[in-house]
Every structure is written in structure tokens, then in C-alpha cells.
């Protein structure tokens, strides 16, 4: 079945420093990857789009690389705040149809 | 105007009741979706409308019942709900031809 996943359940970094996070798929060739921040106990909120021609995007603080070779996509927040702390989610919608499959997600912790 | 607005914010009920959960988007898209999430898992399609008319259901139990009644209005009908069915409930909205969902910021449900 197609497979989103996110490796690190949980990752913490000091202030300052990159966070980069990483997002695998499996069992089909998505056309694009989505990433969305989501804070407790609230809907996520979408960050970046990256379709599959496309090798990096940026916005402000933000990076995401998308590599058809690995299958992999990674997002980087650079000079990372405590403000950053949240849940990063993966996703992306399955071959031809409206369902958007979310990898489990990542804890982001960033200490002052 | 990229907000999709959910009512009420938290929700108590027993399984007897019978409630609704609601949902409200005026970016005039034209596909909704109601997602259930469990805390530290990603969220979980449930439904799908697009141009009013219901295209997905995900094997959802007959005790929840979904209701369009117009392009910027989405319901979630609750009947006898059991307490696994305790959740974070989301509503998304986006355009038929876009790829990128809005979400609410959620209802939390709680089945005593």
C-alpha cells in the first residue's frame, strides 16, 4: 500500500541550530509532498508544497528538497526558535484520487 | 480568506445523545473533508465532498453521518457514539484544483 513515513517520532535541537526532518515514501511516486505544522490539540497549518520536478523550495526560514532517486523528501527550519516546537507532518495525495496520506509526524523541541 | 471555522471547539456527550459537529469555509472551494485524529497519530480521512456531493467515505461507522447542505457548509451528525470514538475532529477545505488543504482548528469530542 502507499506509504508516507516520517522516522523520528521525536527531535530535539537548541535554539540556533537547523532542525531537519525527514519524510520517506513508499509503493508509488507521489506528484508532490506537502508539509504541515500542527500544535496540540489544533488542525495543522500548511507550511510548503514541492512537486517532483522540483529539487528545493524555500520560504523564510524554511527548506524542503524533494529527491525521486531516495524517495525521500527533508525539511529543514534554520536558525530554529523554541517558538518552532510543534509536530511537522508529511503528506501527500494518493495516485488519482482525493485521499491526502499523512506520515505519522515529527515532534520538534527546540530548548532555549 | 483562508480560514475554515469548526463549532463548538469541545464537545461532551453520552452515547445516547444526539449532536452535530460544524463546519464553515468561505474560500469557495469546492471539496471538504472531515478527518479524525487520536493524539499522537496523524489525522485520518473520513469523509469527502466535492461540489456538494459525497465521493469518499472511508468505511466510516453509520453512527457518524455527514450533511453538505451547501458549498461553504459542511456537518458531522452524531448518534450513539461509543468512547473510542473520543477524538480531535477536523474539518479541511480545498479547491478542485489545488492540492493543498485548510484546516479548521478542530473539534474536540469527548464520548462518556
Known amino acids: 500500500s502507499q506509504k508516507i513515513e516520517q522516522n523520528s517520532e521525536a527531535l530535539n535541537i537548541q535554539e540556533g541550530k537547523t532542525a531537519t526532518l525527514t519524510c520517506n515514501y513508499t509503493?508509488?511516486?507521489?506528484?508532490?509532498l506537502q508539509w504541515y505544522r500542527q500544535d496540540p490539540g489544533r488542525g495543522p497549518v500548511f507550511l510548503l508544497l514541492?512537486?517532483?520536478?522540483?529539487k528545493e523550495k524555500r520560504k523564510e526560514r524554511l527548506k524542503v528538497t524533494f529527491d525521486t532517486t531516495l524517495k525521500q523528501s527533508l525539511f529543514h527550519i534554520t536558525a530554529s526558535q523554541p517558538a518552532d516546537s510543534a509536530t511537522y507532518l508529511c503528506?501527500?495525495?494518493?495516485?488519482?484520487?482525493?485521499?491526502?496520506?499523512f506520515g505519522a509526524g515529527t515532534r520538534l523541541f527546540v530548548k532555549a | 480568506d483562508t480560514e475554515v471555522t469548526q463549532t463548538p471547539k469541545h464537545l461532551v456527550m453520552g452515547m445516547t445523545n444526539k449532536k452535530s459537529l460544524k463546519c464553515e469555509q468561505h474560500?469557495?472551494?469546492?471539496?471538504m473533508y472531515w478527518y479524525k485524529q487520536k493524539a499522537k497519530k496523524p489525522p485520518e480521512l473520513m469523509f469527502v465532498?466535492?461540489?456538494?456531493?459525497?465521493?469518499i467515505n472511508e468505511s466510516v461507522p453509520s453512527r457518524f453521518s455527514p450533511e453538505c447542505p451547501n458549498s461553504s457548509l459542511l456537518n458531522l451528525h452524531l448518534h450513539a457514539l461509543q468512547p473510542e470514538d473520543s477524538a480531535l475532529y477536523l474539518c479541511?477545505?480545498?479547491?478542485?484544483?489545488?492540492?493543498?488543504?485548510?484546516f479548521g482548528p478542530g473539534t474536540r469530542l469527548t464520548v462518556l
Open positions: 514541492i512537486r517532483e520536478n522540483e
Open positions: 474560500m469557495g472551494h469546492r471539496a
Open positions: 509503493n508509488y511516486s507521489p506528484a508532490y
Open positions: 503528506a501527500s495525495r494518493n495516485t488519482g484520487g482525493f485521499k491526502t496520506i
Open positions: 479541511a477545505s480545498s479547491g478542485h484544483r489545488t492540492d493543498t488543504q485548510y
Open positions: 465532498y466535492s461540489y456538494e456531493k459525497l465521493s
